[in-house]
């Protein structure tokens, strides 16, 4: 199986992306998460888009078209998300063969501050909504003073973080394998 | 008096772009607007930040700041902000010299269906929030069906959205003076 | 298939009742849908809840666990959920025995004036995540203007609306499937 | 100066409560805060309003229109707001007399949770938006793990509690002078 994964945030040491990974640890027996650079898409602008997809948002779609899965992991900006996150999503969305729909979806998020980002997931979600995207509604998982749960090399050393991810990786695997079956029904019929 | 205006969406032809143009001529006697073009913003990211605010960036941050107040008419994308109007605002809100903090915002959005953005203002209002932005509470504008109410130069032909601007600019003169006379106030203690 | 129905408004002639009976017209082939009368539930208290659950709210929780499913036809008052309909919730949600889990929600709305509830639906979706009932996506039902798509006798006479409500049911007869499909694996594993 | 007190909970050793008498006791020197009681409001329902406002509704407007100030503490239920707080406001919403309309408020949470409410602030600031009231933006005051935070007498333990409670009342005294400030001028012009 393999799984998309989407970090909120640009910067190198990005606690989001360490998150990412831990997450893909969990899964490891199971799937592989690649990591998606989506730093090269433009800013979402109807007139650019009137002259096809770019590119950049092209390799996004068909990452998340072929993919089993999307993991998203993302720090709150401002109570919400993040705009570039929004403006990747922005181009995904368009379009009749859009690649989120029935897409199985996760949400993670670790902020430094204590509330680990308990503001932008609902906002996410309702982005998502729009999508027609599966989006697991439990365990969430939010991950506050990260700086404290995460070392230099960006290995999480928290256990109950650990078990927190893992017991949502464990949820998102059975909710893949029943938005698979749902999937190949509807195929069939 | 001087209003920046920022325009949600970066197309050509936007409805948004013609409803900040109708609530600076409701405005005309007592301020003028003008737009900012921020779609030069590079994407944020907190490395790119360590190395110094962007040129794009510090012009927008001077230009909100050097304005009596600020004028925000977005389009609603996924049911919520635009990612690069998200991205702008994601980049004035950070440092301690934030140009946001107590400076009068308005909010309007068109939208081509019959929501007239009915879903992103609350978005907006909270991140603004963060911004410790004045922000005006009443009267809501939401332009639905904003095809049948502006023309092919750009000119609104529909009464009832010129009253409602009209009356939502009357109410946001009268709130950026308060603010205004708060400040001085601030100023003076 | 029975499904329960729960009416946001406690007014008689309300027009969220008018659509849960349109919503059991579209669904009469496949389902009954009968309206529970949740007015005799009590403010939450934890002091109250102490002493056990009150036998109103035990017949609300006892409706929805025997239910195959809940619809919610809602009103949106203050930009948000009414407060009795959250009041029921804040009961049913109590508990180790929560009858919301897993169990299928659609949610419609109306309103008299334009927008159709556009603001209520996600204030009550992110409470039913809380509860973590499998909410049906899409479609959505905004039903604005509804004073002139009923009539005097609660009869939809808004061809649009009954397709829009045709359209959800007809998503929501094939989610309770699959959603009773995956509780029998849950139980067999 | 007399600010009237709202509790979002019903139970009587309430944490929120407890936070409400700390933030009374913050503002001692200028103003006086009384909770008012509103457990005796009836469901919110349009048939029972024809027949007139209910005494308990009445004494809950008259409450608010006689102070010069509201303070409202609140546990989250669900993600939001408390259902029978919601009521309350529902009715207090309602009419032309409009007794939150410019009214200065501000908003506290408490939850024995990490979270101390980070979700039902913003739900409840939407709802005040409808109402027009001038609700204090910043600071926010969020006040997770509760249990640790008061003693046995509801007395707060924890100083770096009783200091947010302090900047955000410091904040709320000159927030309600200004709108007192702004009421006069109004009442003039």
Redesign the interface.
């Known amino acids: 199986m393999n799984v998309i994964g989407l970090c909120g ?4 040491q990005s606690f989001n992306r360490m998150l990412l990974q831990l997450a893909g640890q969990c899964l490891q027996a199971a799937a592989s998460v690649v990591e998606h650079d989506w ?1 090269a898409i433009p ?5 650019l888009m009137a002259k096809g997809m770019p590119s950049s948002v092209r390799a996004l779609r068909e990452g998340i078209r072929s993919a089993d899965a999307v993991l998203i992991a993302t720090p709150e ?14 181009w995904v ?1 368009r379009g009749s063969d859009q690649p989120l729909l029935h897409k199985p979806v996760a949400i993670l998020s670790a902020s430094t501050g ?2 680990g980002g ?2 932008v997931q ?2 996410l ?3 998502l ?6 989006v697991l ?2 365990p969430e998982v ?1 991950v ?1 003073q990260a700086a404290d749960k995460f070392d230099d090399h960006g290995k999480c050393t928290d256990q109950a973080t650990r078990e927190f991810v893992q017991a949502q990786m464990h949820a998102f695997l059975e909710y893949i394998r ?1 938005q698979q079956v ?1 999937r190949m029904a509807r195929a069939t019929v």
Chains 1, 2, 3, 4 share one sequence.
């Open positions: 945030s640009l910067r190198g730093s800013p979402f602008n109807a007139d900006y401002n109570f919400s998300i993040p705009g570039m996150l929004k403006n990747a999503l922005d969305s204590p509330l308990a503001r609902y906002d979600r309702k982005v909504l729009f999508t027609n995207a599966a509604s439990k939010f506050g029943w749902q």
